[in-house]
């Protein structure tokens, strides 16, 4: 069964940097299709960033390309969401995701499988 567990999450002010990790067990984290949703309150589930495993790939949403980025420790079976130059909408609870099967859906929250409990980032201007 695989498990993640994300921290890294806080308040910050607008401009800052936080950087969220979510360490995997149960897997390799280099077999799994890695991903990065979040969710603020009122409004659904959006998709933030996703790496394949099988190409190498990575995509964002728009809103946080250039300034947010996914990337893999696999040694440490922990994957990570680099976020600079925050903005008071990027307020939300950020949730990793991991899935073992490929699919080009990697923005739809119903293909991955393994969720983890959550993280806040809570922006301020």
């Known amino acids: 069964q695989v498990q993640l567990v994300e921290s890294g999450g806080g308040s910050v002010q607008a401009g800052d940097s936080l950087r969220l990790s979510c360490v995997v067990s149960?897997?390799?984290?280099?077999?799994?299709?890695m991903g990065w949703f979040r969710q603020a309150p009122g409004l659904e589930r959006e998709f933030v960033a996703a790496?394949?495993?099988?190409?190498?790939?990575?995509y964002y949403q728009d809103s946080v390309k250039g300034r947010f980025t996914i990337a893999r420790d696999n040694a440490k079976n922990t994957v990570y969401l680099q976020m600079n130059n925050l903005r008071p909408e990027d307020t939300a609870a950020y949730y990793c995701v991991a899935d073992l099967h490929y699919s080009t859906s990697y923005n739809n929250p119903r293909r991955y499988d393994y969720w983890g409990q959550g993280t806040q980032v809570t922006v301020s201007s």
């Open positions: 790496s394949s495993a099988t190409t190498g790939s990575t």
């Open positions: 149960g897997r390799s984290s280099s077999s799994l299709h």
